[in-house]
């Protein structure tokens, strides 16, 4: 199954109520962009909570980061919010993956810089938990779907 935009769909991800997505979205986007953000959390405790035992990402540079290098790095260095450096998420998009598997995207300005985000957050007993995030640098903004 195909949506209005061509891409494939797993036909269960297409029977989840746009109402119900909306709704979801404004939790998720409330998380982001991750570590900088209070909802996400303000404290290692609070950071551990919110991720997956399995989580990794794809740095903007390209290079990959695995949990405990995350966490180690923020146990030394405490992430500044996104508000008070002026940073700006636009371009919100959800998309379901799996039973309580999904896919937030959008876009941070982050003043000097200009990044799409890709974060896969999984609803389990404890919440929402973030499995996996990438951000990759733009270099010609273009919101068109190709």
Not at 100 to 109: E, N
Request: aromatic content about 10%; some cysteine.
């Amino acid at each position: 199954m195909r949506n209005e935009h061509g891409q494939r769909v797993n036909q269960e991800a297409a029977a989840v109520p746009s109402a119900d997505l909306n709704g979801l979205l404004q939790q998720l986007r409330s998380f982001e962009p991750i570590f900088h953000s209070e909802n996400f959390g303000t404290s290692l405790v609070q950071f551990e909570a919110r991720m997956e035992s399995d989580y990794w990402e794809i740095g903007a540079s390209g290079k990959r980061y695995s949990r405990e290098f995350i966490l180690s790095h923020l146990e030394k260095t405490k992430p500044q919010l996104a508000d008070d450096l002026g940073w700006i998420c636009s371009d919100f998009q959800l998309q379901r993956l799996g039973p309580d598997i999904f896919l937030l995207t959008y876009l941070l300005d982050q003043c000097d810089r200009i990044t799409r985000r890709s974060t896969i957050w999984r609803k389990s007993e404890h919440g929402w938990r973030v499995v996996f995030h990438q951000g990759t640098v733009v270099s010609q903004l273009d919101s068109a779907l190709t």
